[in-house]
């Protein structure tokens, strides 16, 4: 599925998930208007993804939608070779119907945690050193698409990482580029509620 980035996310209506687009691009007119907002504002997506399948296509298209920034930033060999895997995997993938292949999406998993997998004892807490935060991001959503026991929050949590930014002025928040990336996720939820309104009249006829 493709999904524009030219193409405004629309003003929702009544269909499926509706409240949660409505409350999205408030957040993104408070963003615009004051220029950051609280991350905590993405929880509203934990009741969006109670629905079952939702949470893995979104892990799908979390991935997909990140591999851009990863092979921008790439600087070396390891970093090219995996976002070249991961191209092959996720070349064109239905996000409704995903045809992957779960032992390459399994193994392809495995190596981006290996890849960063280097810690720094804090004083509170032992922090994960990331090289490549698009490669971080489709670890994430990959994590989200194979696991059997993702929870809402855990979804949650993977759009505040895709949406957060930070800016001198507000630190770690939602600012700046968090508008485009929010409006994805908006144009995400209503192809999802259209692909799940003509399956509920597919099913009815």
């Given at each position: 599925m493709t999904l524009k980035r030219d193409r405004p996310a629309k003003r929702?209506?009544?269909?499926?998930?509706?409240?949660?687009?409505?409350r999205l691009l408030t957040l993104v007119a408070d963003i615009r208007s004051n220029g950051s907002a609280n991350v905590t504002r993405l929880t509203v997506l934990k009741k969006w993804f109670e629905i079952p399948g939702r949470l893995p296509s979104f892990g799908l298209?979390?991935?997909s939608r990140s591999l851009r920034r990863a092979a921008e930033s790439a600087k070396h060999e390891t970093e090219r070779s995996l976002v070249r895997e991961a191209l092959e995997i996720l070349a064109?993938?239905?996000?409704f119907d995903p045809a992957i292949d779960l032992e390459d999406a399994t193994a392809l998993y495995g190596r981006l945690g290996a890849f960063q997998n280097s810690y720094r004892n804090m004083q509170w807490?032992?922090?994960r050193l990331i090289q490549?935060?698009?490669?971080?991001l489709v670890e994430g959503g990959l994590q989200l698409y194979l696991s059997q026991r993702a929870s809402p929050a855990e979804g949650s949590r993977l759009a505040v990482d895709y949406c957060e930014h930070y800016d001198p002025r507000y630190f770690n928040g939602l600012n700046g580029?968090?508008?485009d990336r929010i409006e994805e996720i908006?144009?995400?939820i209503q192809a999802v509620a259209a692909q799940e309104q003509a399956e509920t009249t597919k099913a009815a006829d």
């Open positions: 929702p209506g009544r269909e499926p998930g509706a409240h949660t687009c409505s298209f979390i991935a064109d993938v239905d996000i807490a032992s922090v490549s935060y698009g490669l971080f580029p968090s508008v908006v144009r995400f």
